[in-house]
């Protein structure tokens, strides 16, 4: 089972870019996107649930992060728009081996598939 994670890069402020995380070896009802910025602890940001099709967001990129699944190709994706320099972060994909409660879908330790992160720099 691997998760990877691509997409990221340099960008400037303003600008959009699509993250897209690739599942193999089986297939995960819940999937998160997190992600740590420098000097500070990793930060959730995003779920999906595959079953209900439902998303749920953290407030601080509600309106500008937007996640989505392909099941048929097993991925996942995650579009940020208007970037800002406070979104440089390694941005990691994870699942949760079964479906998890809404109260867990926040904590890094309920997913237990990570990807390898992705490098977004956003440059002012």
């Known amino acids: 089972v691997q998760l990877q994670a691509y997409g990221g890069g340099l960008a400037q402020a303003g600008d959009s870019l699509r993250l897209s995380c690739a599942a193999s070896g089986r297939t995960f009802d819940t999937m998160g996107w997190f992600r740590q910025a420098p000097g500070k602890d990793r930060e959730w940001i995003s779920t999906i649930i595959s079953s209900t099709g439902r998303t749920y967001y953290a407030d601080s990129v509600k309106g500008r992060f937007f996640v989505s699944r392909d099941n048929a190709k097993n991925t996942m994706s995650l579009q940020i728009d208007v970037l800002r320099p406070d979104d440089t972060a390694v941005y990691y994909c994870?699942?949760?081996?079964?479906?998890?409660?809404?109260?867990?879908?926040?904590?890094?330790?309920?997913?237990?598939?990570w990807g390898q992160g992705t490098l977004v720099t956003v440059s002012s």
């Open positions: 994870a699942a949760g081996n079964n479906r998890l409660i809404l109260s867990a879908i926040h904590r890094a330790g309920a997913y237990m598939y």
